[in-house]
Structure formats: structure tokens, C-alpha cells
């Protein structure tokens, strides 16, 4: 049989493993991207609790939330394009909102973010923005 020191020493390492053990073999629930500005150059990013806004130069677009990332902050989220032109807007001019993919990943307060058109694959630009930044954008005049 075994030892006493080797019978305590299994049983201590029974309830390390019993309880470190499902918290090591979870996979992360998905997390929240922190709420509030988000900037860089030529974008600006107004995250909510379940939906953002954003403005580019002569373009906005809308999040749909939770806007999640993964453990290893990458993140795919689906909303609209909306580009923006110079000059009032025409009586009966349609809309064009187009449906987008926004992706990338996010590490610490800083976050990299592509724009891409889903119905086309068109991608409009990667953008590195920053936590509590304004960002700088120029609207269309």
C-alpha cells in the first residue's frame, strides 16, 4: 500500500485538481468591449452597452451589440454603412445604407478595426484606435 505521507500528498492533489481543475478546462466566456470613446485618425466610436456608434470621414454606421471579443480579443460584429456626401440632402434622395462587417481585435486600450462591406467584401479600411480617444474625423461639406 501507500505511505501516509503519500496518501496525503494524493489527496491534496485530488483537491487542487477538483477545484482548480474546471476552472483551468472552461474555455473564457466572451467579454464586453469596455463602453465609452473610442478614437483614432479619421474615426471616432461611441460604444454603448449593447450597440455602438460610428463616424468617419463622410460616413457613419451603427454596431448591433453586445459588441463581445473572444479571450484573445478578437471580435467579428455586424451593423450598417452609411456613406455621407457634401451638400443638403435631396427630397425624396433614398438612403444607403449598406450592410457591414466590422472585425479586428482589441489588446489592453488600444484596438485595430477593419471595415468591410458585406454584401461586396469591399473592405473600406483598418483603422487603430484607442480607448478614451475622440479621434479625429472630417465630415464631407
Request: aromatic share 8%.
Amino acid at each position: 500500500m501507500f505511505s501516509p505521507n503519500a496518501c496525503r500528498f494524493l489527496l491534496s492533489l485530488s483537491l487542487v485538481l477538483l477545484i482548480v481543475g474546471p476552472a483551468v478546462s472552461k474555455p473564457r466566456k466572451g467579454q464586453r468591449l469596455a463602453t465609452g470613446s473610442w478614437g483614432g485618425p479619421h474615426i471616432r466610436i461611441e460604444v454603448g452597452s449593447r450597440s455602438a456608434e460610428i463616424d468617419y470621414d463622410c460616413a457613419n454606421g451603427t454596431i448591433n451589440g453586445p459588441l463581445s471579443i473572444d479571450s484573445r480579443g478578437r471580435f467579428t460584429w455586424r451593423g450598417t454603412h452609411h456613406r455621407e456626401h457634401g451638400g443638403p440632402i435631396r427630397a425624396g434622395e433614398e438612403g444607403n445604407d449598406r450592410p457591414a462587417t466590422y472585425s479586428g481585435f482589441v489588446k489592453g486600450d488600444s484596438m485595430t478595426l477593419t471595415v468591410k462591406l458585406s454584401d461586396t467584401d469591399e473592405v473600406l479600411e483598418t483603422y487603430t484606435l484607442k480607448r478614451g480617444s475622440f479621434g479625429r474625423v472630417v465630415k464631407c461639406k
